[in-house]
């Protein structure tokens, strides 16, 4: 069954590791148009270079990036071009989702918040993943964010102490929250016709 529901949708995807692009890949595999951009400066998304000891060291792509980057397009983009930055903010004017997870400040000095965004598309429904609530500028990992939950103190043995889950649990929450977000947005947008800004955090 080809079931696209979404392909009228163009989504740009400003984020990395797994939060974030899960939401994108989500969109993606039901049919909308899903450009995730990367960062030049680093060689892309970080977890492009995360590969088993089996996987070929020379291909530009890891199995964990090519799982939760499934039906995208790529481009890379260096924010301190200006030429390049202004490509980025054309492609977001007609987008209908923006996903980021920039570090405070992050954000605001390139020009790529939410409040930086509607002015230029009233409609973009804008979906951000903070690690610690947007007004903190701490660093988030779902190793740290499972310790300091408590969830790490559900696994493991009496023996061995607090153990991490072997799945990033942190992060696929906050992914999957963050998606219910945009979809309650997208319902709001048929009715009023505007965008929005929904926000969850890793904590």
């Known amino acids: 069954m080809n079931f696209k529901p979404f392909e009228s949708l163009k ?3 400003l984020a990395g590791v797994l939060a974030g692009p899960s939401v994108g ?6 049919g909308a148009k899903v450009l995730k951009i990367e960062n030049k400066n680093t060689g892309g998304d970080v977890t492009r270079s995360w590969k088993l ?8 792509i890891s199995a964990y990036f090519a799982s939760i980057n499934f039906q995208k397009r790529y481009f890379l983009a260096d924010y301190y071009d200006e030429t390049e930055l202004a490509h980025v903010v054309d492609l977001i004017r007609e987008a209908d989702i923006v996903i980021a997870n920039f570090k405070k ?3 605001e000095k390139f020009g790529l918040d939410y409040q ?5 598309n009233s409609k973009l429904i804008y979906g951000e ?8 500028d701490r660093v988030a990992y779902d190793l740290i964010l499972q310790a300091e939950r408590g969830f ?3 696994n493991g043995t009496e023996n061995s102490g607090p ?3 072997p799945v990033a649990l942190i992060d696929i929450l906050a992914g999957h929250q963050l998606k219910e977000g945009i979809l309650v947005a997208l319902l709001e947008r048929q009715k009023t016709n505007k965008g929005c800004k929904v926000h969850v955090s890793l904590l």
């Open 105 to 107: 400040g992050d954000g």
């Open 25 to 30: 890949m989500f969109f993606a595999e039901l």
């Open 152 to 154: 790490m103190s559900m």
């Open 163 to 165: 153990i991490k889950m």
């Open 53 to 60: 000891p089996a996987e070929d060291e020379a291909s530009h």
């Open 116 to 120: 930086s965004l509607k002015k230029i």
């Open 11 to 13: 989504v740009v995807e």
């Open 129 to 136: 993943i903070s690690g610690f609530g947007e007004q903190s």
